[in-house]
């Protein structure tokens, strides 16, 4: 995709295609009140600012539709150029003619994302907050929804100004004694110039830390349940989802493949996969795939919930499990482990810290196991509406940032550390957050973010 032309008109439907009550044609650009009073009826000669009008849409002289018109004069408008919205009726014929209306008459069809990326351009927002538009239309939970609204109400751009603001400064303070050739100016204080630089940059990490919490917030969290055969894996699936999802049976080994299923957990997207026994005895082909796809599962995994039977005493599967669970996992994955079947008699030791007591028979641990899974996420948001970190581009630019300025903390260590090496250290730190809010965003970023919108926004 290559950046559109942002100097004329577009138009586009903002609401979904299809037949529907309402549909939302906008038009905007430095043409678009000419090319709608062009077939609106009486021709509006100079429309009142986010006034709602009602008037007749006409196709040379044909009534087609009578719609509520709101015209936004630029910059006070979405993407700061001259808006029209037009809400008419949503007959996709009504739809065709109005847009082929607009067309005919000095607009062209918008491209994906259009009228989000002139609101950038036009400073209505930093590029973080674009993103967050798409996220937010692509919410399916209350904690989706709310991460992306308040990245889109800015939260993270004033987190990512306030390192910038601060980086700018000792920046600042650095070119001018590299422009002191008189040396009139006081030498730096290394001292606190590191203490401010080690600031910022911790700050820089503790953003990006949260990025898989962040993640999992967004686009849900990978939950794999493991276990030796017949620990009541699939049981536990079962009574988590409220349904029978999962075949259930006495005989070991009932689950050959991984099984999937989504439930939300608190306003939170939780994605289950159940996975065949991890068998130390597996003696068929089709179990020995079935173990090999759980190992797979495991390694992509968020969290991973380690089922053990209570009922009987500890077994080599059971062994095996948790030894490839810890190996397959990754780094950031979180291990919960689960004694289940805790209706019945136990057999093994107590439950050690961190360990859960389950019954997926009586429901017994179940909220407590659930609290456990979406603890990170939940975590976020204790304390009200924080920056949460979803995308991997804005965590990837948060921990260049942050290893320039640690790289620079140890620089500041040396006996006469070389200032101009520091201040490059500053400019590349500045560079990866300007790429955040798209100040140094480079116009292949732009095509990227903006061609997964859809049309009309």
Known sequence: MKLPDTTDTIAAQATPPGAGALAIIRISGPAAFSAAASFLSPAPLRPEHAAARLLSVKDKGVLIDRAVVVFFRGPASYTGDDTVEITCHGSPYIIRTLLNLAVKNGARPAEPGEFTLRAFLNGKMDLAQAEAVGELIAAGTAGAHRAAITQAEGRLSEEINSIRTGLVRLLAQIEARLDDSYEEIPPLEIKAFARTASASGKKAASLASGFEAGRGIREGLKVVITGAPNSGKSSLLNALLGYDRAMVSRQAGTTRDTLE????????????????????????????????????????????????????????????????????????????RVLNKSDLPSKRALCSAGCLKVSAKTGSGLPGLKAALIAEQRKIFRDGAQAVVTSARHFAALSDAARELSRLEALMKKKKPPLELAAEHLRAALDALGSISGETAPEEILESIFKNFCVGK
């Open 261 to 336: 299923a989504s439930l939300d957990i608190d306003g939170f997207s939780v994605l289950f996969t159940d996975t065949a026994g991890l068998n130390t005895r597996a003696a068929s082909v089709l179990e020995r795939e079935g173990i090999k796809r759980a190992e797979k599962a495991i390694s992509i995994a968020d969290a991973i919930v380690l089922v053990k039977d209570a009922s009987i005493k500890e077994t080599s599967s059971d062994r095996r499990t948790e030894t490839e669970a810890a190996r397959l996992a990754l780094k950031s994955a979180r291990l919960i």
